[in-house]
Each structure stands twice: as C-alpha cells, then as structure tokens.
C-alpha cells in the first residue's frame, strides 16, 4: 500500500500536546493511552517502555503504545501494519496487544507468527459506553473500598482476574505485585465494590481515566450470587459515582460471548461505539 506518511520514531516529553491533540480525536476510546501520557509525560522510563508516532508533514497522525500492551491510537490499517514491522524486529516484550479490531488485524498481520502462538485471540470485544438512562436504580450498598476492605477484597480481584484473564495475576510470584496494584485502585479511590457479610458480592475498578473519559474493568460478581441483577444496578452505581467525580463519560470493552454480562452493561445503559480486538501471549 502507498502511503506518504513519514517514518516512526518514539515521542517525548516534547511531543505530550500533539499526542493529546491525537488522543482527543476520540477521547473514549483512546482513555488508556491518554492517560498513560499524562501520568507519565512520555518518559520511557515511567511509561515501562515507548510510544511510537507516525508523522505526516508535520503533524502526529497514529501512535502506538509499546510497554507492557501495544496499543494503537487513532491508526489506520497502514498505520498499524507499519508499526507491526517495527515491532517485529525486537525481542517481543508485551504481553497483550489490544485496540480497535482493524488496527489490531493489521498489527498481528504484520507481526504474523514472529513473535510466537498466543495465549488466546479475543477478535470480537463489543466497546461500549454509557449513552443512556440505566434501565435500573443504582445499588445503594456499593462503595468505594478502603485499604480495611483489602482481606475481602483481594481474593476477589485474585478470582475474578483468573476467570478472565485465563491464569492467576500470582503465577510466577506474582502475589506482590498484584497486592499493590489493588491497593493503589483503592488509594486512588477507584476501587468499588458491595460487600455482605464479608463476602465480596460485586466489584468493579476504574482502569484509566482522564478529565474526558474512564474505562471501567474488573467487573466480577460470585457465581453463587450471579442471575440476581448486582451487576447492573452495580455498574449504575459505579457509573453515578464516576460520572460525578472522576470523569464524564464512561467505558469498557467486553467479550461478545459473555451474554450475561453484555445484558447487564445494557440495563446500565451501555450501548456498542466500537469493536475491540485483544490477542494475549
């Protein structure tokens, strides 16, 4: 394919306003990646690694986020089978790519079997935002967690992220690490859940978030509890919360196959904006 877009190269500090001038063309959707930069001001050393933009004339056209996920932002399918070239030729580091299912198809047509059989392909990830009036009341036993929580609270996260995620966040010693980030959620004030009887019911965490957007992730009820609504009048709940004091509009991507969990997000008034691809290693 022709193109006349010039050569990639990793940002700087001194790239920050043309990348969030890139992000802001779709400030849902790009949550993860803004507010990577913004934490960081694109600091190889805080961001765990690069991210990689696509000039055209001057101006930032496509980025790509290599750390810990590679990530394409605001990339055509161009865009992103260039960015797979460049990556092929290191020694793969990331551990899940995801992003738009066009850029993710063109990344791993590019990286192709180089970086060796995944783990597990997610190619249809509905993303959805909360666009409407949810069709439920909030639950009014939902709260933001506290480090006292942490007992109740971990083995749920440890539960959760296992059923989704395919293996234990503790493989591999992995237990501390793991520990942290939930404390830091709940430090943040980005942790939530309903607890009953010392029992986590519902549980939900904000990933990512900026002044434009936040992601929502780690929504888990136990299964014993499942068929009985928490998670929608949780995630209305959630989404009340952050709308108010986080940030505006609110996301998250799910699996097309869990059905259950589609039906709750559209009881909260989640509706489809786009498709996500995610393959892991």
């Known amino acids: 394919m022709l193109t006349t877009r010039q050569g990639i190269r990793p940002l700087h500090a001194g790239d920050l306003s043309a990348f969030l001038e890139l992000t802001a063309l779709d400030p849902v959707v790009n949550v993860f990646a803004e507010y990577r930069a913004r934490t960081t001001n694109l600091e190889p050393r805080w961001l765990g690694g690069e991210i990689w933009g696509r000039w055209d004339g001057g101006d930032l056209v496509a980025a790509c986020h290599v750390g810990a996920n590679l990530v394409p932002i605001q990339a055509t399918e161009d865009d992103a089978f260039a960015f797979g070239e460049r990556a092929r030729s290191r020694v793969r580091t990331v551990s899940t790519i995801v992003g738009r299912q066009p850029a993710v198809r063109a990344l791993w047509g590019s990286i192709g079997e180089s970086w060796g059989e995944p783990r597990d392909q997610r190619w249809e990830q509905p993303h959805l935002e909360q666009q409407l009036q949810s069709l439920v009341d909030p639950d009014p036993f939902v709260r933001r967690t506290v480090r006292a929580d942490m007992d109740v609270l971990y083995p749920a996260c440890v539960a959760m992220y296992t059923e989704e995620v395919g293996i234990s966040p503790e493989t591999g010693g992995g237990r501390d690490l793991y520990r942290a980030r939930v404390l830091q959620l709940i430090s943040r004030g980005w942790s939530f859940a309903r607890i009953e009887d010392g029992?986590?019911?519902?549980?939900?965490?904000?990933?990512?978030?900026?002044?434009?957007?936040?992601?929502?992730?780690?929504?888990?009820?136990?299964?014993?509890?499942?068929?009985?609504?928490?998670?929608?009048?949780?995630?209305?709940?959630?989404?009340?919360?952050?709308?108010?004091?986080?940030?505006?509009?609110?996301?998250?991507?799910?699996?097309?196959?869990?059905?259950?969990?589609?039906?709750?997000?559209?009881?909260?008034?989640?509706?489809?904006?786009?498709?996500?691809?995610?393959?892991?290693?």
């Open 199 to 281: 029992e986590v019911v519902f549980k939900a965490e904000v990933a990512c978030a900026t002044p434009e957007a936040a992601q929502i992730q780690g929504v888990w009820v136990p299964a014993h509890r499942r068929g009985e609504g928490l998670a929608a009048r949780g995630m209305a709940a959630v989404c009340e919360i952050v709308r108010n004091e986080i940030a505006p509009r609110v996301s998250l991507y799910v699996n097309e196959w869990n059905a259950p969990a589609r039906r709750a997000y559209e009881r909260a008034g989640f509706l489809e904006t786009a498709r996500f691809s995610t393959i892991m290693f």
